[in-house]
Structure formats: C-alpha cells, structure tokens
C-alpha cells in the first residue's frame, strides 16, 4: 500500500526547495535593476503554498518508505518542478504558449537544452539565471540534491536514490547514502567553480562565467546568448568548455576517487571510461579528418571544431559554435551516434550510457566465442567483476524500451506533420537530454518553438524518460504498481 501521506510530506519539502530557487532568481533580477517581482514572485508563492499544503497532509506519516513510493516520489518531483518552473516564462511574458513553457522547464531541469525562446541576448537577467540554475540543480538529480541536505529518511534514502540515479548502479562511497550525496556533491560544487574561474580568466564577464558553468558542468546547454558559444569567438573559451564537458561527463564516483582519494589507478581501469574515452577519440580523429579534407578547414580549426562537437554532444551538453549538419554526413552521423549512446553512468550526462555500450558489446562478442566452443563457461566481465544474468536482462529490457519509445516517438512527430530526419533526430537527442537536432526544418541552432504544441509535449515527456531511464517514469502507468500486494 502506498505510503501517501508520506509521499505527501517530502514533495512539500521539496516544494520549500523549488520556492527559494525563484526567490535566488528574484534577488538576481534586484541585482540587475529588475523591479518587477511577478515573474519569480508568484510561482514562488505557488510552490511555498503548494508545499506546505502537502506537508499539512503529510502530518504525522509513518517514517516508512516501498520502493513503490520511492518512484512515485520522484516521478511527482521532476513533474511538479517543471509545472512550477516554467510559470517564470508565462508570467514574464517571454513565452505564451504553455506547451512551450512547458518544454522550456522541462528542458531545464533535465538538462537537455533545447530550447523554443529566441532573442535570449535581450531576455532579463533573472530569467537567463533561471535557466542555468534549473540545469545545474537537476544535474546532479533534486532528490538527490535533497539527500545530501535535507534531515535523513532513513531506508527511504535508498530507495530515493535509487529511483533517480542514472545507469545500472552508482557505487556508494559510504554506507549512508546521505554521505554519499554530500561528497558528490562537493565535487560537483568544485567543478563548477573551477569552470566558472576557467570561464572568466579565459574573457567571459561574470553573469556569462557563472550561467555557463552551471550549464556546462550539469551538461545542460542552455546559454545566454542566441548563438551559443559561437557567440564569443574564442578558440580559448572553445578548449575550456570541452575540457570541462569531457569531465562533466565522467562518473562522479570515479572524480571523488581522483580528486579527493587520489586513487588513480582504480579510475584509469575503468572500464566504462576507457570505452567514454574510446569513442570520443575515434570521433573526434574521423570528423577532423572529415573537415580538413572535405570542408578545407585548417587542421588546428577541424581539430577543435571535431572536439567541441564531439564532446558537447556525447555529454549531452549541446552547447554549439557551428551548424555540424552543413558538414558531411558521414560527420554528422557520427555525432548522431555518440549522441545516443552519451557518456558514463553516474555522470550528469544522459544518454544510453557508456557502461549499457560496453556490456552489450562484451556480451556478444561472448556469444560469438560460444557459438565456437558451446561448453566452455565464458563469463562477461566489467572492472573485473561478472555481469550477473538479472543485469543482462536489465540491460536488454532498457535497449527494447528505448528503441520502442524512439521507433514511436518518430511515427507521432512524422504524423504532426515534420520530416523523418527531423522526426527522428528529434526524438534521439530528447531521450538523450543532448540538445541540438540534426534535421531540415530543425537545426542544431534552431529554436524549438517552430514545432507544434502536440511535438512539444511529446519531447518533453522523452526528456523525462531519458532523465529517469525509463522505467521510474513508466512504473506508475502499469497496472501492477498500483496493485497493495
């Protein structure tokens, strides 16, 4: 039986959390000479109100969390956070469309980047804030972000954090997950203000500085500025943010044991990270020979073009500084590749992950050496350790639940009315939280907002799944889930 009153009392919680993150942009906006307080003011309102309605229904819950109350915990979340978060843009005016609104939000907290608002140059400084500080929250996870602050759950830790985590299984540093939270998040704080440094010394002003390294480390995308990256014309400012994209794209677990434990040799054994590495580098050697050749591009420039590109999209940040679908296919087609398959699990990056990538492959080519000799026990290993038969099935439930969600995806937006291409790309780097598209009528620096709102909702609610991997969204739709045994 669900714990509701439960489920109540932390969403209130949360919702206290949500109304001091507008009530941060509001300050920002005084900090600028923005006296209208509508914008932040009102949906700050809503959530302290919202939240304390909750926490008044959750009186006296028993302290005792399912594993079921745990997904609805954190579906409800990302949900109610989105409908708070994109009344900034409703009641600013800066979006009218409430499906735009919506996706806009949604895209934030995700970190997925894509965006249907054009003129950002002249948008309030509160409202470009907004963005960043949505990417960077949801980064890391609001529940998890919870854990690391708010009193313990106890054993419902666990479960929260289960809920949202990303990949097949973020290792604990400690045997309270609380703890676990806290140092990861040191790290994740860490970054950010070393890319932020990294930021400002390399020629950005301070608002630009601080909103792009939220961006960045949470491999989000949002910018303030129309033209992304390309906006600043600084080869300089082009290697910082692939650097600090590369390493936003690392799992957290592995940058704690480099950076704070110094334990090296457990993080360059890894083997998600040496396939993360692999693929970047392949990548980026195929399309900067691709430029220098085909495109006539100077070595150096195709080399930093086929890096920026490259990196921004396999973190599933998708910040730009060039439309990579004038190049040749055969380039963008790679990065369409490493879009999908994105970075390390436990990273803030989406994507099918690195660690899905090399199992699958380690899996097969088992299967090959098997066919050959039929009794031999040939067992796959990642980091040494044998994949049990229970992750193998999760494995391939996620490969078929994702291709499904895409195959379908593409027939409803194809159906609305947009080309295959842009159908399909559409839906890849939505359920990858990546960014840019790759398509005719929908470009890599294309607002969103030419789509139709039935699209819009539809790339939101891939966002969502791509976020949550699937099944913590889809688990309260099946029948099961709401049954009490």
Not at 153 to 171: C, N, R, V, W, Y
Not at 176 to 195: D, H, K, M, P, Q
Not at 350 to 370: D, F, P, Q, S
């Amino acid at each position: 039986m669900l714990n509701t009153k439960l489920i109540a009392r932390i969403l209130g919680s949360l919702l206290f959390l949500e109304a001091l993150l507008l009530l941060l942009c509001y300050g920002v906006g005084l900090l600028y000479d923005e006296r209208n307080p509508a914008p932040f003011g009102i949906p700050a309102l809503a959530a302290a109100l919202l939240g304390i309605a909750l926490k008044l229904a959750g009186h006296k819950a028993e302290n005792r969390m399912s594993r079921r109350d745990g997904y609805l915990v954190v579906s409800l979340t990302w949900l109610a956070y989105t409908f708070i978060g994109m009344l900034p843009f409703l009641v600013s005016g800066v979006e009218t469309r409430v499906a735009a609104a919506f996706f806009e939000a949604m895209s934030g907290f995700t970190t997925t980047g894509s965006s249907v608002l054009t003129g950002i140059d002249s948008l309030p400084r509160s409202i470009l804030f907004w963005r960043s500080l949505m990417h960077w929250f949801g980064g890391m996870g609001i529940v998890f972000f919870t854990i690391a602050v708010l009193p313990t759950m106890g054993a419902g830790d666990q479960k929260l954090f289960s809920a949202e985590a990303t990949g097949l299984k973020t290792e604990k540093l400690h045997p309270r997950i609380s703890t676990t939270a806290r140092w990861l998040w040191s790290v994740y704080l860490l970054l950010t203000g070393t890319c932020c440094a990294a930021y400002y010394l390399g020629g950005m002003n301070l608002f630009d500085a601080v909103n792009h390294s939220l961006s960045t480390i949470a491999t989000g995308g949002f910018s303030t500025h129309q033209d992304s990256f390309a906006w600043f014309h600084s080869p300089t400012l082009e290697y910082v943010a692939t650097l600090f994209m590369f390493i936003s794209g690392i799992n957290f677990t592995l940058l704690y044991l480099f950076l704070i434990k110094r334990r090296w040799r457990d993080v360059f054994r890894d083997s998600e990270l040496r396939c993360f590495v692999c693929l970047a580098a392949v990548s980026i050697v195929f399309i900067t020979l691709v430029l220098h050749f085909h495109e006539g591009l100077p070595l150096e420039t195709s080399f930093r073009y086929a890096a920026f590109n490259t990196v921004s999209l396999q973190s599933t940040t998708g910040i730009t500084v060039s439309d990579f679908t004038l190049w040749h296919p055969t380039a963008w087609m790679m990065l369409l590749f490493v879009t999908a398959v994105g970075a390390c699990a436990g990273s803030t990056a989406g994507g099918i992950k690195c660690v899905r990538v090399a199992t699958a492959y380690k899996t097969m080519a088992n299967e090959l050496r098997h066919i050959l000799h039929p009794r031999a026990m040939l067992p796959v290993r990642i980091n040494g350790n044998i994949v049990s038969e229970n992750v193998g099935h999760t494995i391939f439930s996620f490969f078929v639940a994702y291709f499904l969600l895409i195959f379908v995806g593409t027939i409803l937006m194809a159906a609305m009315g947009l080309p295959v291409l842009d159908s399909l790309s559409a839906c890849v780097t939505s359920f990858s939280n990546a960014g840019p598209a790759f398509g005719h009528v929908l470009g890599p620096l294309d607002a969103w907002s030419i789509l139709p709102d039935g699209a819009l909702w539809l790339n939101a609610m891939l966002m969502l799944a791509g976020r949550l991997e699937i099944f913590s969204l889809l688990l309260p739709f099946t029948v099961s889930f709401w049954r009490d045994n």
